[in-house]
């Protein structure tokens, strides 16, 4: 196989990339020229074969004629290409894509019971257990928190989300800033406390836009892999025969 176009589309952006010597990528943020700006980048990745994940079924069907027409054969994963893992979740359909490429590129790192944290538009985490994929968590993501803040209160702004000075502000955005890192980073910290009381011993993998701002604050171990999405979907398909 030659080399391989990994498209991720999530709820913000979309992700084009492809794994050289290390990964190359393109991130198109979703709005009105995303499928034009799509077009042009698809232009860089010389490639004949390419792999496609989607939450936004409309863009993933945009997205696959596009690559159709530029010449690629294109294969769109389902809950059904689980890189040799299994779905022990109650409806199998329903699992996004996207979290089945994070356990699956996580499992293949550590080799061990794990949680895949993705810090993204929304908040994930999805357990491995025996190989098996298990289910696990959805939370508001770092900037839907702020967009909310905004949205559902007639006084507080919109702020950009950095990494606070401290556990406490010491004005509304400092506050703001500090409540959302402290609080997403205490709400994980308890996921990981209660899932481990469950089932024992987990490692942890963190991915996603949004895991950079944690750093620091989040208080248990864990290993940082911003492209594991994308990994987990190059292996989706390279194991999609044997499966």
């Known amino acids: 196989m030659g080399d391989l176009l990994v498209v991720d589309i999530g709820n913000s952006t979309i992700k084009l990339g492809v794994k050289r010597k290390g990964w190359f990528l393109k991130r198109i943020p979703l709005g009105n020229r995303c499928i034009e700006l799509t077009m042009e980048a ?12 989607t939450v936004v079924p ?3 069907d945009e997205v696959a004629g596009l690559l159709e027409s530029a010449g690629m054969e294109v294969y769109r994963v389902s ?10 979740v109650k409806y199998p359909e329903k699992m996004g894509t996207d979290r ?15 949680i ?13 257990v025996d190989r098996r994929i298990l289910g696990g968590n959805i939370m508001p993501g770092i900037e839907m928190m702020s967009r909310a803040l905004e949205a559902f209160t007639s006084r507080l702004p919109r702020v950009e989300v950095v990494q606070p ?11 703001i800033i500090s409540g959302i890192i402290y609080g997403t980073s205490g709400a ?3 996921l990981y406390e209660e899932i481990s009381r469950e089932v024992g011993e987990v490692a942890v993998v963190v991915t996603g836009g949004g895991a950079p701002l944690l750093k620091g604050y989040l208080r248990i171990p864990y290993l940082y892999e911003p492209f594991l999405t994308m990994e987990g979907l190059r292996l989706m398909y390279e194991r999609r025969k044997d499966e």
Do not use: M
Request: proline share 1%.
């Open 116 to 128: 895949a944290i993705d810090v993204g538009t929304a908040i994930t985490t999805t357990l491995v």
């Open 188 to 190: 994980l910290e308890r």
């Open 58 to 60: 409309e863009v993933g």
């Open 42 to 53: 698809i232009k860089e990745f010389k490639t004949r074969e390419a792999v496609v994940s």
């Open 79 to 88: 809950h059904r290409d689980t890189g040799g893992l299994l779905l022990g």
């Open 100 to 114: 089945i490429s994070n356990a699956v590129a996580s499992y293949e790192l550590v080799r061990s019971d794990v």
């Open 165 to 175: 000075e401290g556990p406490f502000g010491h004005d509304t955005q400092s506050s």
